[in-house]
C-alpha cells in the first residue's frame, strides 16, 4: 500500500532555532516529492519538489532532501520565525502514464514560541 | 487576483441534508481536484476532473457527486448517504493532470453536520 510517514506527529522549538522534519514514503512508482506549509484553516501552499535525481531543493530558509534509494526525504528550517509556525506535509506523486496521483502524508505541526 | 476560491469558508447542516460547496478558478487550469482533510490524517482525494465535462472518482468518492460543465468551476455537493462528511474540505487545480503539474489549493470550507 502506497504510503507517506511524517515525524514527529508535533514539534515545539524557540524562535531563531532550526529544526528538521522527516518523511518516510512507500509510494511506488515515484513521480516526485513536494512539502507544503499548511497555516491552520488555509489551504497547502508548496514548498518545494523534487524530482528522482534531486538530492536537495532550496526555498529561502526552507531546504528539502531527498534519498531515493532509501525513499527518506526531510524539510529543514533555518533560523526559524514566529511566522513557520504551521502544519508541514510531505506528499508523494504515484507515478502514471495518465493522471497525477498525490499520496499525502497527515503532516509535521510546528510551533515557533518567541 | 487570481487563484482558487471556495465558499463559504464556514458551513453548518442538519443530518440528513444534501449541501454544495463551490470552488471556482480564474488560473485557466484544465484539472480540478476535492480533497477532504480529517485531523491527524493526510489529504483524501474525492473526486477530479481533467477536462470540462469530465469527472473521475477518488479514493472515498461515496457520498459526494460533482459537476464540472465550465471550466472554472467544480462544486462538489455532499449527500446525506455521506456517513462521516463534518470535515475541511479543499479544492485544488492544476495547469494539466500530469505528474509535475503544481497543485493550487483554495482557502477551504469546514463543513459542521449536526
Known amino acids: 500500500k502506497n504510503q507517506v510517514e511524517q515525524s514527529p506527529q508535533s514539534l515545539i522549538i524557540l524562535e531563531g532555532k532550526n529544526c528538521t522534519l522527516q518523511?518516510?514514503?512507500?509510494?511506488?512508482?515515484?513521480?516526485?516529492l513536494r512539502w507544503y506549509k499548511q497555516d491552520t484553516g488555509r489551504g497547502p501552499v508548496s514548498l518545494t519538489i523534487m524530482t528522482f535525481s534531486e538530492n536537495t531543493k532550496s526555498n529561502g530558509r526552507y531546504t528539502a532532501t531527498l534519498d531515493a534509494d532509501t525513499k527518506q526525504s526531510s524539510l529543514h528550517i533555518t533560523a526559524s520565525q514566529l511566522s513557520d509556525s504551521a502544519s508541514y506535509i510531505c506528499?508523494?506523486?504515484?507515478?502514471?502514464?495518465?493522471?497525477?496521483?498525490?499520496?499525502f502524508g497527515a503532516g509535521t505541526i510546528l510551533r515557533v514560541k518567541s | 487576483d487570481g487563484g482558487i476560491t471556495q465558499s463559504p469558508k464556514y458551513l453548518f447542516r442538519k443530518e440528513g441534508q444534501n449541501v454544495t460547496l463551490s470552488c471556482e478558478q480564474n488560473?485557466?487550469?484544465?484539472?480540478m481536484y476535492w480533497y477532504r482533510q480529517d485531523p491527524g490524517q493526510g489529504l483524501r482525494l474525492i473526486y477530479y476532473?481533467?477536462?470540462?465535462?469530465?469527472?473521475q472518482k477518488g479514493d472515498i468518492a461515496e457520498g459526494y457527486s460533482v459537476s464540472r460543465e465550465k471550466k472554472e468551476s467544480f462544486p462538489l455537493t455532499v449527500t446525506s448517504a455521506q456517513k462521516n462528511p463534518t470535515a475541511f474540505y479543499l479544492c485544488?487545480?492544476?495547469?494539466?493532470?500530469?505528474?509535475?503539474?503544481?497543485?493550487?489549493f483554495g482557502p477551504g470550507t469546514r463543513l459542521t453536520v449536526t
Open positions: 506528499v508523494v506523486s504515484e507515478g502514471r502514464e495518465y493522471g497525477n496521483k498525490l499520496v
Open positions: 485544488a487545480s492544476s495547469q494539466t493532470s500530469g505528474s509535475f503539474d503544481e497543485q493550487y
Open positions: 518523511c518516510n514514503y512507500t509510494v511506488s512508482p515515484f513521480s516526485n
Open positions: 476532473s481533467q477536462i470540462v465535462n469530465d469527472f
Open positions: 488560473l485557466n487550469h484544465d484539472a
